[in-house]
């Protein structure tokens, strides 16, 4: 009898790219329906138009290139990006600003280095930053959480969806009214103009630990994030590492002086710590990738987060603290190479 | 007895579904006679046995019917009787691939008879004596690699901290081991100790994997039975690949063989269980080994099972045994499903190196994927037992970079597929690794003959320089020579003249 052969090993594999893709957005379903429930549609609006401008630039690209177009939309890793930087943009935003992330984020962070695995940046973290600095209005016009005492009256849907279509807004709303600066930004500034952390605590917008709403969609990522653990999606190491790296000099400082560093569960559960620890860091393609690396470059993303939050220009610094350490990926992937079985140290 | 139970981790290697509890619920199927034998000479990574009869000879079952050639090698015997058929070349699958190689094809006669032992039975005194006889019996490990035992164990013999024993078998669907240990333990047990005698071992550690109990409860209790204070009994995690050689020096012992050795290079000699127990059979009966078991197994079997086969026993004839195929078999390989090869008939024979024979039904075994690009998920890496990091290996074959290869460590993979199986963009690695292997064993080759011509273009080139400098030599002492002779003519005819002249002065 004849058969067919195939070389070694036979065994089916235990996972692929799709899957992998799939079950990243299932673990942000959580945050997003928190996200949702303080801050309004604005962050499911900005990932349609961010994810269909994704796609759409990715089709266009990858025919350009003559490449199998299906199969590269079916890897749903343009989807992640768009939903990554969903989460980073604010949720009041013109339609083409998010339009504009999606289609950057992948025409020039991720294709133009040649596509799925090759980029060396975070493609939601470059558009987010380009966004950032050319629209520096609207990309940080924030809005307040929807909680009893504070005294707004939150979009609905479709008030939201008229916003981000025609830039519109009801009669009896304006602009001024409706945003608010982060509660990073609030503090930020209040420390600017001499205020301590203690007095800002009492501020409207800032809750027991974190921003008042901000510390709710940070632990149902974190829920998300420790999914992704446990479905072995991730690894330990650049989470922790993430969140040591912000937690340990925010500790430290808060320490010394505890009136002007914020103290350290502030940090981990206001702006995007947790997303940048569980969901922006640990993207594989753009991190390092053997296990010490993974530890510095956690530990080096948290840190200079830290850096750019107290004494940079930005009030969070996470997306540049990404990109900074994406450049230096080379670097520690060479340095922190494990010893291979049998050779001997050195 | 000390149990022994390492709580040591193994560096990558992944868990896998097991496939073993098909093949486990029948006892071992003995004492078959296939209508043919093809004994193939050369089994192993050593050098092939020399055949000792003719076409058309009568020959009994555990009769020689090959010397072992130059070392390492190993005997092959009759492993029925019957009469030889052709002495020709035949396709044969071996440890790590199917070679070409010379068989003794017997047709059997059906009645098994046994050979009348020649030599003097018993075990010889001396270790050479030993040593001799082993590779007289033919055997070689039986764990997949095959290399002749008498070389194994003669190159430990005298510095050996330990005999590992090993009862691993971490490939998902071979339990041919477990099976045994189950069945004749005191064997086993018995002959490990002869190796340790051999070798002059202190310790005996005989290895199971935590997922065989009954081979575990049977071991255990011939090694209490036996009493010899070496034995020690190993349960290890059930982590594919911690049956290799080197992973499971690692597990017992956290040293690390170095990159290229052996595991003997640091003291240590590890023996299949199936080996032991050919060994104990070929000191204390003085059958050489002419059987070994083998699981046969998959979804395209009808009877899942392990079977006692004679050596040279037709693959497709063994499966009839088990109840043929069933109708949606895809594909057979030899071996595991990690680091098994497919065959491409079953019109083979059963080797020494015949652990297990999948039968896969077309759900059981990857179909040829398209491949996304690596998203440097980093799985490969974590999974490899070597510490490897395969994504970087990946770009390195890629762009054919050897120097980049040679020092990421391609010569140290083991080739055992864990990268492939965890890699979620389904990128074939470990066929990369190798053709990468064999790419940069051409490259080398290439770059010694052009190192070589080179050289010899040189030494041309030095002769030519030689020759010339020696002609040149010669020109110039001829040249010398002619001068001299001119100056002693013109000498000679100066002094005539100045003879004369004085002549006629004196006249004058
Ligand atoms: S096949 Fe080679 S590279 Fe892949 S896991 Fe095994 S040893 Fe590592
Ligand atoms: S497992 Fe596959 S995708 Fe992941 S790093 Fe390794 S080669 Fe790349």
Redesign the pocket.
Known sequence: MKFETAAPPHAVPVRG?PQIMRRVLLALVPAAAAYTWFFGFGLLINFVIAALAALVTEAAILKLRRRPTRRALRDCSALVTAALLAFALPPLLPWWIPALGGFVGIALAKQLYGGL?KNLFNPAMVAYVLLLVSFPIQMTQWVPPRMGDIDYRPLGFVGTLRYSLYEELPPSQSLDALTRATPLDTVKEGLRSQRTFEELRGLSLIGTFGGRGWEWVNNFIALGGLYLLYAGIIRWQIPVAVLAGLLVPAGLLHLLDSSRFPSPAFHLFSGAAMLGAFFIATD?VSAA?SDRGRLVYGAGIGVLTYAIRTWGGYPDGLAFAVLLMNAAVPLIDRYTQPRIYGHSAG | MLELTPDRRLTGGLRLLAHKSESTTEPILRGLVPPELILPLHQHGGNPAVPIVDVGREVAKGETVAAAGDMPSAAVHASSSGRVRAIEERLVPTGSRLRRSLCIVIETDGEDRRAAPSEPLGWPESATARIERIAEGGLAGLGGAVFPTAAKLAAVAGRCKALIVNGAECEPYISCDDMLMREAPEEIVAGALLMCDLVGAPVCILVIERDKPRAIEAIGAAARAAGDPRLRLAEVPTIYPAGGERQLVELLTAEEVPSGEFPSAIGYVCQNVGTAFALHRLATRGEPLTSRIVTITGQGVARPRNVEAPIGAPIGWLIEQCGGYRPDVARLIHGGSMMGYALPSDDLPITKATSCIVAAGPGEVRQSFEE??????????S?CPARLQ??EL?VAAGAGDFARLEALGLDDCIECGC?DV??????V?TERFRAAKRAHAAHVRRLELSAESEERYRRRERRIEDAESRARAAQEALKAKLRADEAARREAIEAAVERARRRKSRNV
């Open positions: 790219v695995g594989p990738t | 996304w690009a690596c998203i440097r998920c980093g799985d490969c890496a999974a395969p994504q990946l990268c965890v890699c979620p963009s389904h990128i690695l």
